[in-house]
């Protein structure tokens, strides 16, 4: 059994004996103690309270110690940025937001990352040999595996940038880079579901895509472009032009400006996915009805992922999650018609509870993932004796 076989037992944090670590790994004693030696000269693992006696000195408790190392989370959204420090249990440690048009280019917006991350680690009174890694969402298409935007609509420059690179030159740690909606599953599922393995994330904003966590795992797809949920044909869309060029998109009639395109239609005035929040919020029928035809749209492809993934939640999130049942309505009201009765007995459909802070709590998750992975501790362990 490896040194990080031995962590696993310790990573949910609850306190256990040396007498325990062996009995439930099935190692020796003398093994654990050197398993635990090594965890506890890189800070991983660290003493808790003290056991209960049966008879002579009490057994010490050991525990997970998340205050080790500081991981740094950084959400770039289109025309925002949020950077963030963790401990490794995930708690937000400090953050900072600022708005930050994404078209200004790379070489601009990682400035911005660096001078940020940097004065954060500052505030902590933390040194930057402390930090464990970095992880980084960026709104658009990447490939996970070289953290390179991948044709991305809507941030020109971005193209291939070797973004990992650009960071690592100011930070010598790990560069995790995912697009927005993965990340957002990660910090949904950290904050809010961490007893759920099976969950989709559904971002509706400017554009539709989904996070697919299955399994415990994210799954990203052979080139990472699993969940692009918004060029799937939907039979409403008939001949609708979609941006992507062909015709038919969920995203082309159920993705805010879309909702907005045909509430213009109708005459009422309405320019962006927001606008439509708010017509509903103060209870205009027509974008009510709008936006719960939405949500039967969403449905439509939606009931189609829970019969092929089965999932036990569906959480939407985006700038109209915002608008709340009305969203939410529609698309139940098709998952549960068209999909099967033993798949939906326990799904939960609701909107995200993390909200526009899934994005960075995700990004912190993504980063704390690598630096706790079986390979990484055990290079470290191997890199102290």
Not at 179 to 197: C, F, K, R, S, T
Not at 277 to 301: I, K
Request: aromatic share 2%; charged share 20%; proline share 5%.
């Amino acid at each position: 059994m490896r040194t990080s076989d031995v962590f696993e037992l310790l990573r949910d944090g609850q306190p256990r004996t040396r007498a325990q670590l062996a009995e439930t790994s099935g190692l020796a004693r003398s093994t654990i103690a050197s398993r635990i030696d090594a965890l506890m000269r890189l800070g991983l693992v660290a003493p808790y309270g003290g056991g209960v006696s049966t008879g002579g000195r009490p057994p010490s408790l050991l525990a997970l110690n998340p205050l080790a190392w500081t991981v740094a989370g950084v959400d770039i959204g289109a025309t925002h940025a949020t950077a963030a420090l963790a401990d490794l249990a995930g708690t937000i440690l400090v953050e900072h937001r600022d708005d930050l048009d994404v078209a200004l280019g790379p070489e601009h917006v990682l400035g911005w990352v660096e001078g940020v991350v940097a004065d954060l680690l500052a505030a902590q009174g933390r040194s930057r040999h402390k930090l464990a890694a970095i992880g980084v969402g960026l709104p658009g298409p990447v490939e996970h595996s070289t953290g390179r935007a991948i044709n991305p609509p809507i941030m020109p420059g971005w193209d291939g940038y070797d973004v990992p690179g650009h960071l690592q030159r100011a930070f010598d740690v790990p560069v995790l880079v995912d697009n927005d909606v993965n990340i957002m599953a990660l910090g949904e599922q950290h904050a809010h579901l961490p007893d759920i393995d099976d969950l989709v994330f559904i971002k509706v904003s400017t554009g539709i895509g989904a996070g697919i966590v299955s399994g415990g795992r994210l799954q990203r797809g052979a080139q990472g472009t699993a969940g692009d949920l918004g060029h799937v044909a939907v039979a409403r869309a008939g001949e609708v032009l979609c941006r992507c060029g062909n015709h038919g998109c969920l995203e082309a009639i159920a993705a805010g400006p879309a909702i907005a395109r045909g509430l213009r239609e109708v005459g009422v005035e309405a320019v962006a996915g927001q606008d439509v929040v708010a017509l509903v919020r103060s209870g205009d029928p027509r974008a009510v009805q709008a936006v719960r035809q939405a949500g039967r749209d969403l449905g439509e492809v939606l009931a189609t992922l829970v019969n092929v993934i089965n999932p036990s939640a569906i959480v939407v999130g985006g700038a109209l999650a915002d608008a709340g049942e009305s969203l939410l309505a529609g698309i139940r009201e098709v998952v549960y018609q068209r999909s099967l009765p033993l798949a939906t007995q326990h799904l939960r459909i609701t909107t995200s509870q993390a909200g526009e802070r899934a994005g960075v709590i995700g990004a912190a998750a993504l980063a704390i993932g690598h630096v706790l992975s079986p390979e990484y501790i055990d290079n470290a362990t191997a890199a102290v004796g």
